[in-house]
């Protein structure tokens, strides 16, 4: 989530990094990120921040001692507004689940960056790669930050023909819309004896 910051002895100094949603108490990451620093031996703290808006955890972003932060849903398409910058992928995405710090003090800025998209992408290469059977069509189910990583990561792996299901179509056309620019995305109203999508993948 972050370069690792020295205090002026040349130590790393502490940091607290979290997880931003809601309803994720249930989440193991800090689990897993705080042994990792305490592998590594570094002063950092990972936490969950639970809040039904992004403002919220406004505090903490604004923080001298945040260190960067897992976003989850429902903050992914909203947390821009602290960022910096972002990356290009988290552009093109139009979502965002991991701020990376840099920086300290005035000099601090705040990357947007979207991670979603490379885990699924990853999959499918396997996919391709396991079997002979073409992968050419994808569906994904919802709009959401999660959803728009799916799309792109379909996109990247050269899937030709993807399908975009959403309970409210209105809000799956607006993201067919975002994509318009790069790619086509045909939005159906049900999947059900949907006779085009014979093969996912």
Known sequence: MTSTPKDIDGTAASR????????????ISPTIHNAGFKHDQLPYQYQIQESPDI???????????F???????PHKLQVYKFCQQQSQTAL???????????GQGRNRVITGDNTDWSGLHSI?????NSTDR???????????????????AMHQAGLKDIYLVNRTKAVAEAVREQFSDHFKITVLSTIVKR???????
Do not use: W
Request: aromatic fraction near 8%; include cysteine; hydrophobic fraction near 45%.
């Open 195 to 201: 006779d085009c999508i014979n093969h996912i993948f």
């Open 16 to 27: 607290e990094i979290y997880i931003f949603g809601n309803g994720i108490s249930f989440s």
């Open 67 to 73: 260190g960067g932060a897992s976003v989850t849903m």
């Open 134 to 152: 073409p992968a050419k069509t994808g569906l994904v189910l919802g709009a959401g930050g999660a959803s728009r990583a799916a799309l792109y």
């Open 55 to 65: 403002d919220g955890v406004a505090h903490l972003i604004e923080r001298d001692d």
């Open 124 to 128: 499918i290469e396997s996919y391709k």
């Open 92 to 102: 093109a995405i139009g979502a965002i689940n991991t701020l990376v710090v840099s």
